[in-house]
């Protein structure tokens, strides 16, 4: 696709949103209000709005290179922040998906520069469950992926925003979930972390 075909596409989509709801836009530019906090992969097969068919205003959206959750990466963290405190979502999605190239990268060896250096932290959670990847084959490189997402979901939980937001009783749950490229179908790995008003800490009031 040459790229003025985007342009073209852009306002073919914006006169079909107008078609269908003459409104959407005079309502949507005023302000958001997103229930969802996404934290999923860069990679072009897995946006966000058009596997789950949702609207734009629906999502807080942030992506990088296999959905990596890093306590020292303040791009993520920000997101984070501005999406509890400030927009007080009620569900964060964690999202990877299965045959990764992120993933894939770290599982091998090869000496990637800057990239190698991000991807560490995969290599982190390989070790941590090298017992039960190391015998599997084939189905190595998923598993991983899953194992990453359930870490992932781990860290967003253990930093201060999510701590201050228990104290406050801030109801939020944080959800892994991974997307099957194969046939566009997102599974829930169950490994949620919820919060809710009975957490709400009186010493820190
Ligand atoms: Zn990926």
Redesign the pocket.
Known sequence: MIYERLLEKNIEWAEKIKRNESDFFEKNHKEQKPNFLWIG???SR?PSDQIMGTMPGEIFVHRN???LVVNSDINCLSVLQYAVETLKVKHILVV??YG????RAAMEQHNLGIIGNWLNNIKDVYNLYENELSPLDDDKLDRLCELSVIEQVKNVGRTSIIENARCRGQEISIHGWIYNLKDGKIKDLGVNIDLDKSDECQSCL
């Open positions: 992969c860069s990679d897995v290179i296999a959905n990877g998906h990764c190239g992120g993933v």
